[in-house]
């Protein structure tokens, strides 16, 4: 048996305001698990994304969270992205659950005012392949995007659009602790 106090994990570097790993604390073997605080208008991930095994689960504790879902998946197949027109947002709310399917595409955001907190589970441990996508100003629509360490800043991290190399958002840890989008 592992037992941990979850304030007193590291903050990783996310854009929520505080996203702690639980996962290795409580030697998860199977099974992802992380613990979120979202500011209005923090993600829980750095862009639209899908991964291609794992499914997860994320159990809303307070506020509500907006989940922006693409197409459902053929079983064990990627979905498309889906048109951003056409994609549809699923509103959770606290002591709700919302299970997104391996292959589906989506992304979860704190639309509101008041903070959100939440846990998100995920299984198997690895992603598999895991694709990852956002609004490039420079080419005018949403594009393919990778996240890397800033090269100005090693304590930031970008979201680099794949096509042209813009950079497309980024973070940093505050001067509260707490991770902040930067732009």
């Not at 994990?9 to 992380?34: E, G, K, Y």
Request: with cysteine.
């Amino acid at each position: 048996m592992d037992h941990v106090v979850v304030d007193d994990l590291d903050n990783s570097l996310q854009p929520a305001a505080v996203m702690r790993h639980l996962t290795d604390p409580l030697d998860c073997a199977d099974l992802a698990i992380n613990y979120y605080e979202l500011a209005p208008g923090d993600s829980f991930a750095f862009a639209y994304h899908n991964h291609e095994v794992q499914e997860e689960v994320f159990v809303v504790l307070s506020g509500t969270a907006t989940w922006v879902v693409g197409p459902e998946p053929a079983d064990g197949e990627f979905a498309d992205a889906g048109d951003p027109a056409e994609r549809r947002e699923v509103e959770v709310g606290p002591m709700e659950a919302i299970r997104i399917p391996p292959g589906q595409f989506q992304r979860g955001w704190n639309f509101g005012e008041d903070r959100v907190t939440a846990l998100a589970l995920g299984a198997p441990l690895a992603y598999g392949e895991q694709l990852k996508r956002d609004d490039c100003r420079e080419c005018g629509r949403e594009r393919p995007v990778s996240i890397e360490r800033a090269p100005d800043d090693e304590a930031q991290l970008i979201t680099v659009c794949e096509d042209c190399g813009a950079e497309v958002a980024r973070w940093r840890r505050g001067a509260d602790g707490e991770n902040e989008r930067v732009r």
